[in-house]
């Protein structure tokens, strides 16, 4: 299973950018994707998350001003990002819960990260 991330890069506080993430390969199941982010020296946190029957989770920070979605026949999971702030500057990451063909359980997978920067 392979994750590629799109979007992310520089942006003024107040705007908004949008990341997507697609899973590919030999995939037979997916269950919750969602999106983290991590600073230097500081532990990888969650920002979203999103299951497969479109419940959802946010952080504290990001409610009212991110929205996460996915789309299953695609197998991608976007995260909508509005009203930035520079605290939302991290390198973010895309995380998938999926079983591979073959597999007998669901397994961790992550995107490559992309750095967001939140100007002021």
């Known amino acids: 299973v392979q994750l590629v991330e799109s979007g992310g890069g520089l942006v003024q506080a107040g705007g908004s950018l949008r990341r997507s993430c697609a899973a590919s390969?030999?995939?037979?199941?997916?269950?919750?994707m969602g999106w983290y982010r991590q600073a230097p020296g500081k532990q990888r946190e969650l920002v979203a998350a999103i299951t497969s029957g479109g419940s959802t989770n946010y952080a504290d920070s990001v409610k009212g001003r991110f929205t996460i979605s996915r789309d299953n026949a695609k197998n991608t999971v976007d995260l909508q990002m509005n009203s930035l702030k520079p605290e939302d500057t991290d390198v973010y990451y895309c995380?998938?819960?999926?079983?591979?063909?073959?597999?007998?359980?669901?397994?961790?997978?992550w995107g490559q990260g992309t750095q967001v920067t939140v100007a002021s």
């Open positions: 995380n998938v819960l999926a079983r591979p063909y073959g597999g007998s359980w669901y397994e961790n997978y």
């Open positions: 390969g030999r995939i037979f199941s997916i269950g919750t």
